[in-house]
């Protein structure tokens, strides 16, 4: 199985910043498709995940700002953060959460916030 | 200031054992599964031990796991210059009711 983000590596503030995650070689359902960042230099942050049936759990200090996404039929899943400020620049990766772990994880994205 | 607390950076010579430590509470570490991460510069977070003590297939018998109370360990033994990078260790936080992770440790072998 392959996770591959894509999306603009450029967001202006105040903007909303989305991204894909495309699964590939496996299948989307059943298991937690997640969604964690690191900033530069800095540790992970889980920012939320989304089942294969479309629930979602978020982290609260994110919760206001962000939605999470599945199309089975396209098998990805997608990230949607709004009001996005520089706090927000940061790598994103998409990854499957197999029971407490995340076992597969894609290359990351680079997302910088600036006008 | 991570939930999970580790020492923000190990050393230790090749062939030499180290281990790193991951501090939490009653609500994270003490209640449920650890998994360790181990991210090689520039590239992405790679899963090492899940479930306190497993191992993925793939994973040399190199790395171990455990967990103490509100305490988990990550060894490596026999160092390899190729061990050089920065491990997580993660969990979920029944109070935040969300995953968390350590700041990471960077691993230097001398």
């Known amino acids: 199985v392959l996770l591959q983000e894509s999306g603009p590596r450029l967001v202006k503030p105040s903007e909303t910043l989305s991204l894909t995650c495309t699964v590939s070689?496996?299948?989307?359902?059943?298991?937690?498709w997640t969604w964690i960042r690191q900033p530069p230099g800095k540790g992970l942050e889980w920012i939320g995940y989304?089942?294969?049936?479309?629930?979602?759990n978020y982290n609260p200090s994110l919760k206001s700002r962000v939605t999470i996404s599945v199309d089975t039929s396209k098998s990805q899943f997608s990230l949607r953060l709004t009001s996005v400020t520089a706090a927000d620049t940061a790598v994103y990766y998409c990854?499957?959460?197999?029971?407490?772990?995340?076992?597969?994880w894609g290359q990351g994205t680079m997302v910088t916030v600036s006008s | 200031q991570s939930v999970l607390t580790q020492p923000p950076s190990v050393s230790a010579a090749p062939g030499q054992k180290v281990t790193i430590s991951c501090s939490g509470s009653?609500?994270?570490?003490?209640?449920?599964?650890v998994s360790w991460y181990q991210q090689l510069p520039g590239t992405a977070p790679k899963l090492l031990i899940y479930?306190?003590?497993q191992r993925p297939s793939g994973i040399p018998d190199r790395f171990s796991g455990s967990k103490s109370g509100t305490s988990a360990t990550l060894g490596i033994t026999g160092l390899q210059t190729g061990d050089e990078a920065d491990y997580f260790c993660?969990?979920?936080?029944?109070?935040?009711?969300?995953?968390?992770f350590g700041g990471g440790t960077k691993l230097t072998v001398l």
């Open positions: 070689g496996g299948s989307i359902s059943t298991y937690y």
């Open positions: 993660g969990t979920w936080d029944s109070s935040l009711s969300a995953r968390v």
């Open positions: 989304v089942y294969d049936s479309g629930i979602t």
């Open positions: 479930d306190n003590d």
């Open positions: 009653s609500s994270n570490v003490g209640h449920t599964y």
């Open positions: 990854a499957r959460q197999n029971q407490d772990a995340f076992d597969i």
